[in-house]
C-alpha cells in the first residue's frame, strides 16, 4: 500500500509540471539541479533562469529527485528529474515506460503520444501533447526526464534536446 501511494505522490509531482511522467528509480542519488548550470539553461532558452531544488522524500527512496529551472512567463522554464533506474535493454524499458504513462495518465489529462528521439544516451523518446511535452532520456543507468510546459515546435524540442545533452555530461 505504501509503494501504491509514493508512486501516486510521483504522478502528482509530475502533473504538476504537464502530464503524469512516473518516475519510478533504484535510487535517487542524482542532484538533477547539478546537471545544468543556470546559465546554461539561460543561454539555451533566452530568458534568465533560476534554479530552485524540489523536496521529493515525502514519496520515498524510489522516487527521481526533481529540479525546477524557473524562467519568465508560462512555459519559460522547465523541471528535470533524474534517478537511477535497473534496464538491461533500453528499448525495452521504453516500451514499458510508454505502456505505464499511459496506464497511468489520470482522467483530464491528456494522453500523450510518443516519438522515438534519435542519438540521444542508449534509448530517448518525447511525450507530447497539443500544449506541453517531456523529453525521457535513459543513459548510463539512469533516466532523466526534462518537462517543458510549451508546445512540442522544431524550437522547444531543439532547446529541449540541447539540454539533455549537457545534462548527461554531468551524469555519472
Do not use: W
Not at 530568458?47 to 524540489?54: D, P, Q, Y
Not at 516519438?115 to 506541453?132: I, P, R
Amino acid at each position: 500500500m505504501l509503494k501504491f501511494f509514493r508512486r501516486r505522490i510521483a504522478i502528482v509531482a509530475a502533473v504538476s509540471a504537464g502530464f503524469a511522467a512516473p518516475c519510478h528509480a533504484a535510487g535517487a542519488n542524482i542532484d538533477p539541479c547539478q546537471l545544468i548550470s543556470a546559465a546554461q539553461a539561460s543561454r539555451i532558452l533566452g530568458t534568465k533562469i533560476t534554479v530552485h531544488a524540489m523536496d521529493t522524500s515525502v514519496a520515498g527512496s524510489g522516487a527521481g529527485s526533481m529540479c525546477r529551472f524557473v524562467g519568465s512567463g508560462m512555459g519559460g522554464g522547465f523541471m528535470l528529474i533524474a534517478a537511477r533506474v535497473n534496464y538491461s535493454n533500453a528499448t525495452a524499458e521504453v516500451a514499458r515506460r510508454e505502456k505505464e504513462a499511459l496506464s497511468d495518465t489520470p482522467p483530464g489529462i491528456p494522453t500523450p503520444s510518443f516519438t522515438d528521439v534519435k542519438g540521444l544516451g542508449d534509448a530517448a523518446y518525447l511525450a507530447k501533447t497539443s500544449a506541453y511535452f517531456q523529453l525521457h532520456v535513459l543513459a548510463q543507468g539512469a533516466v532523466i526526464v526534462i518537462n517543458r510546459n510549451v508546445a512540442a515546435s522544431a524550437k522547444s524540442v531543439e532547446q529541449t534536446e540541447q539540454l539533455a545533452r549537457i545534462a548527461l555530461t554531468h551524469l555519472k
